[in-house]
């Protein structure tokens, strides 16, 4: 629910009777028309007339707190408001702060995510701020109350925060918080293979570490699918032969009562690895299964695999 204006409406305000209002233009005869509120109609009236007037004052500053109270995912505003603090020469640290403030009502808001990145970019410089804001992210993906661990903007920011300033610190541990909590957070195992990506050569002594992770993980939760994701990017650079510990692990998940179908997969590649007529129909037969039994829903895909071993 939008909170009722204190004071005045703007049309009372005599700080703005030299501005003449701009109603919105609906044109002559409006479809549906939307039942705008009083207080609504008056504040947009006014900052209509304000952009087209490109007043860069501190009362229009004040101006779009308003209208961000009534509308924060109105985008023409937020810009404007950056152009009015460029402007007045204010302090981006008090910006945060109020951004901070209204952070809970407005998860997901694009233009809030966007609008934060830019006040960190005006005071990323300093190494405490960066420390801040990963700690804001951090208490922002934990709120139990929010109960938004998957927050895409959230974490989003938090991948632009740590590349751009180098701050990678503390992340493999808040990570490893996240899975112990729940190990199905694929936005937790997404950002560990960023982390993993980004802070190593990928070697494979590095990708037999994390394999042996990854996999402890993984007996938590066989079917979970972001483990077997995050298997297979670190697949890209190497074989599966090269992980002893999975080839193990695949025999045995394969040969359950109840298979995955990220294991199943993978044994099928690993036959087709190992080469030979016998492997390339054994792996057919796996994708067959897959399409009839395991994985109907994908069943097409499926088949296109066991056709190309035909």
Request: glycine share 2%.
């Amino acid at each position: 629910l939008v909170k009722e204006m204190d004071g005045y409406s703007y049309s009372e305000r005599p700080e703005w009777r030299d501005v003449v209002p701009m109603e919105q233009d609906d044109g002559p005869n409006p479809i549906v028309s939307i039942n705008y509120s009083k207080e609504f109609r008056d504040t947009m009236s006014y900052f209509r007339a304000i952009l087209a007037m490109d007043e860069r004052s501190q009362r229009a500053y004040d101006l779009t707190t308003d209208v961000i109270r009534l509308n924060a995912a109105n985008y023409t505003v937020w810009p404007f408001r950056r152009a009015c603090i460029e402007r007045l020469q204010m302090d981006w640290r008090e910006e945060l702060e109020w951004l901070n403030s209204i952070a809970d009502e407005n998860p997901k808001n694009y233009q809030i995510w966007q609008h934060r990145r830019y006040c960190i970019e005006r005071l990323g410089r300093d190494r405490k701020i960066v420390e801040e804001e990963m700690e804001f992210v951090n208490s922002f993906l934990t709120d139990e109350a929010l109960e938004d661990h998957k927050n895409y903007h959230a974490w989003a920011h938090r991948q632009w925060v740590m590349k751009t300033f180098d701050a990678w610190g503390g992340e493999a541990e808040f990570i490893e918080q996240l899975l112990e909590e729940d190990v199905r957070n694929n936005s937790a195992w997404n950002q560990r293979y960023f982390l993993f990506k980004n802070t190593t050569d990928m070697s494979l002594e590095v990708c037999r570490r994390e394999m042996t992770w990854a996999l402890q993980e993984l007996s938590l939760s066989p079917h979970n699918d972001s483990a077997w994701a995050f298997i297979r990017g670190l697949l890209l650079s190497h074989s599966i032969r090269d992980f002893p510990e999975l080839v193990d692990a695949l025999q045995t998940y394969s040969s359950s009562d109840s298979p995955p179908v990220g294991a199943l997969e993978l044994q099928a590649e690993l036959l087709l690895e190992n080469g030979g007529e016998d492997n390339r129909l054994a792996a057919r037969r796996i994708f067959e299964r897959l399409a009839k039994e395991i994985d109907v829903i994908r069943a097409s895909y499926w088949n296109f695999r066991a056709e190309q071993h035909e």
